[in-house]
Protein backbone atom coordinates (compact mmCIF):
# COMPACT_ATOMS: atom_id res chain seq x y z
CA UNK A 1 0.00 0.00 0.00
CA UNK A 2 2.73 2.75 1.07
CA UNK A 3 5.67 0.43 -0.28
CA UNK A 4 7.16 0.79 3.03
CA UNK A 5 6.18 -2.36 4.35
CA UNK A 6 9.55 -3.73 5.11
CA UNK A 7 10.66 -1.06 7.49
CA UNK A 8 7.76 -1.92 9.66
CA UNK A 9 8.74 -5.17 9.79
CA UNK A 10 11.77 -5.71 12.02
CA UNK A 11 10.47 -3.26 14.62
CA UNK A 12 6.70 -5.65 14.67
CA UNK A 13 9.33 -9.08 14.78
CA UNK A 14 11.15 -7.32 17.61
CA UNK A 15 7.70 -7.25 19.66
CA UNK A 16 7.13 -10.71 19.00
CA UNK A 17 9.96 -11.29 20.89
CA UNK A 18 12.20 -11.82 18.00
CA UNK A 19 15.88 -11.00 19.55
CA UNK A 20 17.80 -8.38 17.81
CA UNK A 21 19.49 -9.13 14.47
CA UNK A 22 17.27 -11.63 13.79
CA UNK A 23 14.34 -9.40 13.49
CA UNK A 24 16.47 -7.16 11.25
CA UNK A 25 17.22 -9.45 9.17
CA UNK A 26 14.71 -12.07 9.32
CA UNK A 27 12.29 -10.04 6.72
CA UNK A 28 14.56 -9.95 4.27
CA UNK A 29 14.49 -13.15 2.19
CA UNK A 30 10.53 -12.10 1.75
CA UNK A 31 11.25 -8.56 0.69
CA UNK A 32 11.94 -9.99 -2.89
CA UNK A 33 8.87 -11.94 -3.85
CA UNK A 34 6.54 -9.71 -1.91
CA UNK A 35 8.34 -6.35 -3.32
CA UNK A 36 8.38 -8.15 -7.19
CA UNK A 37 4.39 -9.13 -6.38
CA UNK A 38 4.20 -5.08 -5.55
CA UNK A 39 5.61 -4.25 -8.39
CA UNK A 40 3.83 -5.90 -10.78
CA UNK A 41 0.83 -5.26 -9.72
CA UNK A 42 1.64 -1.15 -10.16
CA UNK A 43 3.65 -1.76 -13.82
CA UNK A 44 0.60 -3.10 -15.23
CA UNK A 45 -0.89 0.70 -14.29
CA UNK A 46 2.07 2.18 -15.66
CA UNK A 47 3.09 3.34 -12.11
CA UNK A 48 6.69 2.57 -12.18
CA UNK A 49 9.08 5.83 -13.86
CA UNK A 50 11.86 3.47 -14.77
CA UNK A 51 14.49 5.99 -15.61
CA UNK A 52 14.67 6.96 -12.43
CA UNK A 53 14.33 3.12 -11.03
CA UNK A 54 17.77 2.47 -13.72
CA UNK A 55 19.51 5.68 -11.61
CA UNK A 56 18.33 4.65 -8.11
CA UNK A 57 20.04 1.50 -8.41
CA UNK A 58 23.63 2.50 -10.32
CA UNK A 59 23.69 4.65 -6.71
CA UNK A 60 21.83 1.98 -4.38
CA UNK A 61 23.35 -1.21 -5.40
CA UNK A 62 27.32 -1.17 -4.26
CA UNK A 63 25.82 1.41 -0.75
CA UNK A 64 23.77 -1.47 0.05
CA UNK A 65 27.14 -3.64 0.66
CA UNK A 66 28.52 -1.74 2.60
CA UNK A 67 25.74 -0.84 4.64
CA UNK A 68 25.04 -4.83 5.22
CA UNK A 69 28.70 -5.26 6.23
CA UNK A 70 28.73 -2.20 8.45
CA UNK A 71 26.02 -3.53 10.10
CA UNK A 72 28.18 -6.44 12.16
CA UNK A 73 29.72 -3.30 14.31
CA UNK A 74 26.52 -1.57 15.21
CA UNK A 75 25.10 -4.25 16.69
CA UNK A 76 21.23 -5.54 16.75
CA UNK A 77 19.94 -3.48 19.89
CA UNK A 78 20.72 -0.21 18.26
CA UNK A 79 19.87 -1.42 14.86
CA UNK A 80 16.47 -1.40 16.31
CA UNK A 81 16.40 1.83 17.79
CA UNK A 82 17.57 2.84 14.41
CA UNK A 83 14.93 1.90 12.56
CA UNK A 84 12.18 3.48 14.99
CA UNK A 85 13.92 7.16 14.58
CA UNK A 86 13.70 6.70 10.68
CA UNK A 87 10.38 5.76 10.80
CA UNK A 88 9.57 9.41 12.61
CA UNK A 89 11.34 11.06 10.56
CA UNK A 90 10.11 10.12 7.53
CA UNK A 91 6.63 10.23 8.84
CA UNK A 92 7.38 14.01 9.38
CA UNK A 93 8.43 14.70 6.58
CA UNK A 94 5.70 13.29 4.62
CA UNK A 95 3.09 15.03 7.08
CA UNK A 96 4.80 18.32 7.01
CA UNK A 97 7.14 18.01 3.87
CA UNK A 98 7.45 22.10 4.26
CA UNK A 99 8.28 24.02 1.14
CA UNK A 100 7.31 21.97 -2.07
CA UNK A 101 9.58 21.25 -5.00
CA UNK A 102 8.71 23.66 -8.04
CA UNK A 103 7.41 20.69 -10.75
CA UNK A 104 10.46 22.27 -13.02
CA UNK A 105 12.77 21.51 -9.99
CA UNK A 106 11.60 18.04 -9.41
CA UNK A 107 11.56 17.50 -13.62
CA UNK A 108 15.28 18.18 -13.41
CA UNK A 109 15.99 15.55 -10.39
CA UNK A 110 14.43 13.28 -12.53
CA UNK A 111 16.76 13.85 -15.13
CA UNK A 112 19.68 14.31 -13.68
CA UNK A 113 21.40 10.68 -13.44
CA UNK A 114 23.92 12.19 -10.86
CA UNK A 115 21.05 13.36 -8.51
CA UNK A 116 19.34 10.23 -8.31
CA UNK A 117 22.59 8.01 -7.90
CA UNK A 118 23.71 10.09 -5.26
CA UNK A 119 20.73 10.39 -3.45
CA UNK A 120 20.33 6.48 -3.78
CA UNK A 121 23.50 5.79 -2.51
CA UNK A 122 22.59 7.23 0.71
CA UNK A 123 19.26 4.62 0.41
CA UNK A 124 21.05 2.05 -0.32
CA UNK A 125 23.41 2.30 2.57
CA UNK A 126 20.78 2.81 5.23
CA UNK A 127 18.92 -0.23 3.30
CA UNK A 128 22.13 -2.60 3.85
CA UNK A 129 22.34 -1.25 7.22
CA UNK A 130 18.92 -2.09 8.30
CA UNK A 131 18.25 -5.04 5.89
CA UNK A 132 15.56 -3.59 4.29
CA UNK A 133 15.28 -2.55 0.23
CA UNK A 134 14.89 0.60 1.57
CA UNK A 135 11.40 1.42 0.53
CA UNK A 136 10.91 3.57 3.43
CA UNK A 137 13.43 6.16 2.24
CA UNK A 138 12.96 5.78 -1.34
CA UNK A 139 9.13 6.66 -1.20
CA UNK A 140 9.73 10.24 0.85
CA UNK A 141 12.56 10.55 -2.03
CA UNK A 142 10.51 9.70 -4.93
CA UNK A 143 7.55 11.53 -3.51
CA UNK A 144 9.38 14.81 -1.96
CA UNK A 145 12.52 15.16 -4.14
CA UNK A 146 11.67 13.72 -7.66
CA UNK A 147 7.91 14.88 -7.55
CA UNK A 148 6.09 11.66 -8.31
CA UNK A 149 2.42 11.02 -7.28
CA UNK A 150 2.10 8.81 -4.31
CA UNK A 151 1.83 5.48 -6.52
CA UNK A 152 4.57 6.27 -8.64
CA UNK A 153 6.71 6.37 -5.60
CA UNK A 154 5.24 3.41 -4.13
CA UNK A 155 5.26 1.52 -7.12
CA UNK A 156 8.45 2.73 -8.07
CA UNK A 157 10.44 2.06 -4.52
CA UNK A 158 9.04 -1.87 -5.04
CA UNK A 159 11.18 -2.23 -8.37
CA UNK A 160 14.51 -0.33 -6.65
CA UNK A 161 13.38 -2.10 -2.98
CA UNK A 162 12.97 -5.53 -5.30
CA UNK A 163 16.68 -5.38 -6.34
CA UNK A 164 18.24 -4.37 -3.73
CA UNK A 165 17.37 -7.47 -1.78
CA UNK A 166 19.96 -9.16 -3.54
CA UNK A 167 23.26 -7.74 -2.55
CA UNK A 168 22.08 -6.80 0.74
CA UNK A 169 20.59 -11.15 1.31
CA UNK A 170 23.63 -11.94 0.40
CA UNK A 171 26.23 -10.23 2.42
CA UNK A 172 23.77 -11.05 4.83
CA UNK A 173 23.72 -14.46 4.36
CA UNK A 174 27.51 -14.63 3.99
CA UNK A 175 28.05 -13.17 7.61
CA UNK A 176 25.45 -15.58 9.21
CA UNK A 177 22.68 -13.38 10.00
CA UNK A 178 19.49 -14.92 8.55
CA UNK A 179 17.11 -17.03 10.18
CA UNK A 180 15.32 -19.25 7.56
CA UNK A 181 12.40 -20.14 9.94
CA UNK A 182 11.22 -16.79 10.44
CA UNK A 183 12.36 -15.54 6.98
CA UNK A 184 9.66 -18.35 5.39
CA UNK A 185 6.91 -17.42 8.09
CA UNK A 186 7.46 -13.96 7.03
CA UNK A 187 7.07 -14.35 3.09
CA UNK A 188 4.28 -16.83 3.84
CA UNK A 189 2.11 -13.49 4.86
CA UNK A 190 4.10 -10.72 2.61
CA UNK A 191 3.89 -11.73 -0.48
CA UNK A 192 -0.28 -12.00 -0.28
CA UNK A 193 0.00 -8.65 1.66
CA UNK A 194 1.81 -6.59 -0.66
CA UNK A 195 -0.59 -7.97 -3.75
CA UNK A 196 -3.89 -6.68 -1.58
CA UNK A 197 -1.58 -3.11 -0.49
CA UNK A 198 -0.45 -2.19 -4.32
CA UNK A 199 -4.19 -2.70 -5.33
CA UNK A 200 -6.30 -0.62 -2.78
CA UNK A 201 -3.65 1.92 -3.42
CA UNK A 202 -4.95 2.52 -6.85
CA UNK A 203 -8.57 3.37 -5.06
CA UNK A 204 -7.56 5.78 -2.97
CA UNK A 205 -6.93 9.44 -3.67
CA UNK A 206 -3.47 10.46 -3.91
CA UNK A 207 -3.86 13.00 -0.91
CA UNK A 208 -5.60 10.83 1.72
CA UNK A 209 -3.17 8.52 0.79
CA UNK A 210 -0.21 10.01 1.44
CA UNK A 211 -1.73 11.79 4.77
CA UNK A 212 -2.25 8.40 5.82
CA UNK A 213 0.80 7.12 5.07
CA UNK A 214 3.36 9.93 6.89
CA UNK A 215 0.43 9.37 9.73
CA UNK A 216 1.04 5.82 10.37
CA UNK A 217 4.79 6.17 10.48
CA UNK A 218 4.79 8.70 12.95
CA UNK A 219 2.24 6.63 15.26
CA UNK A 220 3.81 3.14 14.74
CA UNK A 221 7.58 4.68 15.44
CA UNK A 222 6.78 6.70 18.63
CA UNK A 223 5.26 3.48 20.06
CA UNK A 224 8.03 1.58 19.31
CA UNK A 225 10.01 4.08 20.20
CA UNK A 226 8.99 4.43 23.37
CA UNK A 227 8.90 0.37 23.92
CA UNK A 228 12.38 0.44 22.93
CA UNK A 229 13.64 3.59 25.18
CA UNK A 230 11.61 1.60 28.60
CA UNK A 231 13.62 -2.16 27.41
CA UNK A 232 16.89 0.04 27.37
CA UNK A 233 16.59 1.43 30.63
CA UNK A 234 16.34 -2.08 32.80
Known amino acids: LFGVGSAFATPV ?3 LG ?3 MAAVVGPLPALFPGSAAGAWSYSRRGKIDWAVTR ?3 VGAFPAAIVGAIASRWVGGPVLLALSGLVLLVVG ?4 RPGRAVAPAVAQARRTSATFVMAAAAGVGLAAGLLANGGGFLLVPLF ?7 MNEAAGTSLVVAMALTVPTLVTHTLLGDVDWLIAGLFAVGMIP ?7 LAHQLPTARL ?3 FGVLLIGFAVWFLARQA ?3 AR
Open 13 to 15: LSL
Open 18 to 20: VPG
Open 55 to 57: HAL
Open 92 to 95: LRIV
Open 143 to 149: LLALGLD
Open 193 to 199: GALAGSR
Open 210 to 212: RNA
Open 230 to 232: IAL
